[in-house]
């Protein structure tokens, strides 16, 4: 029905609301993809400083000599922290790696490596 200065073309039609309906189906679909991809990345890089935490943690409890256990809980995480030990020329200095994994995993989440005061007396060089 017609009603004055319009035609029966003004608006939409059902079909051209559906259609736009569609795409914005679409396109918040897509977007709550994103959404979700970004909190996972982002979850992921709180994992990865939380256990860079936990190592560098373990290399300062080593340096001052402070015992130290495998298992750590941070932020609310389990990690067991492995700590390996090795010689260097200077007889007064060992490498350290510290790897870190989280509960259950098979790969650590984080590695560090350092150096280590082995507390052996330094090494005279001869002088002249």
Do not use: C, K
Not at 100 to 115: H, M, R
């Amino acid at each position: 029905m017609s009603h004055a200065g319009g035609t029966d073309t003004d608006g939409f039609s059902l079909i051209e609301a559906l259609v736009a309906l569609a795409v914005l189906a679409v396109a918040t679909v897509g977007l709550v993809g994103a959404v979700e991809q970004h909190i996972d990345s982002t979850r992921a890089m709180e994992r990865r400083s939380a256990a860079m935490w936990v190592a560098e943690n373990r290399l300062t409890e080593l340096n001052a000599g402070i015992p130290a256990s495998e298992r750590v809980t941070m932020l609310d995480t389990n990690w067991l922290v492995r700590t390996v030990r090795r010689a260097t020329a200077d007889p007064a200095i060992a490498r350290v790696r510290v790897d870190v994994y989280a509960e259950g995993q098979t790969s650590p989440t984080a590695s560090l490596d350092g150096f280590l005061d082995t507390g052996e007396p330094l090494a005279q060089e001869g002088r002249r």
